[in-house]
């Protein structure tokens, strides 16, 4: 999942909002700059800088870079006597783009223990209270050329949004005190054990990527055709009863069912389950946003790498499937589901559904088998804008459908997000599918 930074000029080549886009969004912008906020709300200093690993980054840093993008990319280059904060955090919260010059190396991000907490927030106010003055005095030329920009930031602090989640996860879990970061106890969820049933379809030339209007990422389109062989996609999210099973069964001492960079992998970092799994009295437990709980067993598995999704799929004798096999089951389904929004902040047991396969959006990221490469016709854009996604197009596969991290509104059925094969840390899990 990438953040993004791009020159006004250049941003109809990396994100795309249609014709719609007549003016600022300005209701979304803050509501989403208030969103970020809140969800740091009962984060202590210490929890917003630590960084637990080299993925992951600090609460605060998400915060800042947030920031950064509107101030490096709209307010000083479009507003009029704009004075930034302070110029030095020019230089800290850039990410990885190399045209905006030098920046604070990416594992030392958690090194950072000034700023503090509520300095940063103090950075965000003064940023936020600029981008206020610029749409009451913007013309109606600026506002439409800046619009696209301000959408791309919107959708980038939403994606950071779920990163700052995911990242607090992981902090948690390194604590022996395992705490919770939701103070409140989870919902009941619903406890049928889910059907084990397929949803067929046929083959022929389909058209995948997105197209129309609303925003979108350039990595996304151009929509095209493909030829798609007859598939079956499994009604429904893999389950922890079945991973079980899997472990239980020799899944992880199987060389046979791993390839080969998977079972170096395994018997490197010694994995035995999924990420955040532990055993407390002889029962299996998960590290989640609610703490240390015990497992669902019809809730759907997360925190799996693409070698354990594809080596759980050999066991069962099926497949994951491609990307584009998921997208064509998508298409014309709600795009609806366990989200930020329901407050579980937890894949949750499938429920009913009137038609199609259940779960495909929310829940879980759902790992393919689709390589991360461009779609045919994809050229990106020169400058800052190329480093958006382009240049992440090699060694990653494909997830689709959105977490239960994923903010409102942020996906869509045609969203390509894409991680390295070993990465875990996500809410990752998988649907099985099938030649028909």
Request: glycine share 8%.
């Amino acid at each position: 999942m990438t953040t993004a930074n791009v020159p006004a000029a250049q941003t109809a080549s990396a994100a795309h909002a249609g014709s719609e886009a007549e003016g600022f969004p300005a209701e979304r912008l803050f509501a989403t700059r208030r969103q970020s906020l809140a969800l740091t709300d009962h984060l202590s200093d210490a929890d917003q800088t630590v960084q637990s690993m080299d993925d992951a980054s600090p609460a605060k840093w998400h915060l800042a870079h947030t920031t950064w993008f509107f101030e490096a990319f709209i307010l000083r280059d479009h507003m009029p006597g704009y004075r930034p904060y302070d110029d030095r955090f020019f230089y800290l919260f850039n990410s990885y783009y190399e045209n905006e010059g030098e920046r604070h190396p990416r594992p030392y991000r958690g090194m950072i223990t000034r700023p503090s907490a509520d300095e940063v927030r103090q950075y965000r106010a003064h940023v936020d209270g600029w981008l206020e003055k610029l749409v009451t005095t913007s013309d109606e030329a600026l506002a439409r050329k800046l619009a696209p920009l301000v959408e791309l930031g919107i959708h980038h602090e939403q994606q950071h949004q779920e990163l700052l989640l995911t990242d607090i996860l992981h902090l948690f879990a390194q604590n022996p005190l395992k705490p919770a970061y939701a103070l409140e106890a989870p919902r009941s969820a619903p406890h049928a054990a889910p059907a084990d049933t397929w949803s067929s379809f046929d083959g022929g030339i389909r058209r995948i990527g997105h197209e129309g209007g609303g925003f979108f990422y350039d990595n996304e389109g151009p929509a095209h055709e493909v030829l798609q062989r007859p598939f079956k996609l499994a009604d429904r999210l893999v389950t922890n009863r079945e991973w079980l099973a899997f472990m239980e069964d020799g899944g992880y001492e199987t060389a046979t069912l791993w390839l080969a960079d998977g079972w170096g992998t395994v018997n490197r970092e010694g994995w035995r389950a999924p990420l955040y799994w532990l055993k407390r009295d002889g029962a299996w437990h998960q590290m989640s946003l609610h703490g240390l709980r015990p497992i669902e067993l019809d809730a759907p598995v997360c925190h799996v790498s693409y070698y354990e999704a594809d080596a759980f799929a050999r066991f069962a004798g099926k497949r994951l499937p491609l990307e584009s096999e998921w997208e064509v089951a998508a298409a014309g389904l709600p795009l609806k589901g366990n989200t930020v929004g329901t407050g579980e902040l937890r894949p949750l047991v499938a429920g009913h559904a009137s038609s199609g396969p259940r779960q495909m959006i929310g829940d879980v990221w759902e790992w393919t088998a689709s390589p991360y490469v461009a779609y045919p016709g994809f050229k990106p854009a020169a400058g800052a804008v190329g480093e958006y996604n382009g240049k992440f197009m090699v060694n990653q596969l494909v997830l689709r459908g959105g977490s239960c991290a994923t903010p409102e509104g942020h996906i869509r059925a045609t969203y390509r997000n894409f991680f390295y094969p070993h990465h875990r840390w996500q809410f990752m899990g998988l649907r099985l599918a099938e030649d028909a």
